[in-house]
T-cell receptor
Framework: GAGVSQSPRYKVAKRGQDVALRCDPISGHVSLFWYQQALGQGPEFLTYFQNEAQLDKSGLPSDRFFAERPEGSVSTLKIQRTQQEDSAVYLC?????????????FGQGTRLTVV | SQQGEEDPQALSIQEGENATMNCSYKTSINNLQWYRQNSGRGLVHLILIRSNEREKHSGRLRVTLDTSKKSSSLLITASRAADTASYFCATDDNSWGKFQFGAGTQVVVTP
């Protein structure tokens, strides 16, 4: 596709429910990032993939958060037993290479509301 | 935790005026990038400046970087209503380009 695509755009979950958020990066992009953005704040890093390898998951807030990218393309961020504090916009970004000077392209995000 | 801090938090100007916002960061960086985010949308990359560069231009945008002060500024000249958005600086400090963002500056440009 032309850009990074995320689905769903909006998700309302009841507290305790599991959710899965999908990211389709730009074709051929090696690097994939997940960020969490609370209202009025900047994006906070969650995790990073280089192809299918998850090289950094230091930003995942708890063991309820899990991300995968099994074939080095589409990625899924799963949140188990959602809590109200998980309400945020979840942004996915991809970049062409793993170098230091690469521009990251962001998707529109998934707005998760936990009620 | 967020690496960068933007200043001011909010900025309101009229069309045609210049808008300047600053970003300060804490650790050494490889490069610094500026992004724009319109309400409810994803982030759009504006400009990247390398750690060994001091100034960069792109259209109406001018970015400066002072690594000794660990700060950067973004200047938007001749602002337009369409420039209304939040602006974020992002830094990466490791080999694979993990970006850390500040809290952003919310810019409102009134006609």
């Amino acid at each position: 596709g032309a850009g990074v695509s995320q689905s769903p755009r909006y998700k309302v979950a009841k507290r305790g429910q599991d959710v899965a958020l999908r990211c389709d990066p730009i074709s051929g992009h090696v690097s994939l990032f997940w960020y969490q953005q609370a209202l009025g704040q900047g994006p906070e890093f969650l995790t990073y993939f280089q192809n299918e390898a998850q090289l950094d998951k230091s930003g995942l807030p708890s063991d309820r958060f899990f991300a995968e990218r099994p074939e080095g393309s589409v990625s899924t961020l799963k949140i188990q037993r959602t809590q109200q504090e998980d309400s945020a916009v979840y942004l996915c970004a991809s970049s062409l290479s793993t170098g230091k000077l690469t521009e990251a392209f962001f998707g529109q995000g998934t707005r998760l509301t936990v009620v | 935790s967020q690496q960068g801090e933007e200043d001011p938090q909010a900025l309101s100007i009229q069309e045609g005026e210049n808008a300047t916002m600053n970003c300060s960061y804490k650790t050494s960086i490889n490069n610094l990038q500026w992004y724009r985010q319109n309400s409810g949308r994803g982030l759009v990359h504006l400009i990247l400046i390398r750690s060994n560069e001091r100034e960069k231009h792109s259209g109406r945008l001018r970015v400066t970087l002072d690594t000794s002060k660990k700060s950067s500024s973004l200047l938007i000249t001749a602002s337009r209503a369409a420039d209304t958005a939040s602006y974020f600086c992002a830094t990466d400090d490791n080999s694979w380009g993990k970006f850390q963002f500040g809290a952003g500056t919310q810019v409102v440009v009134t006609p």
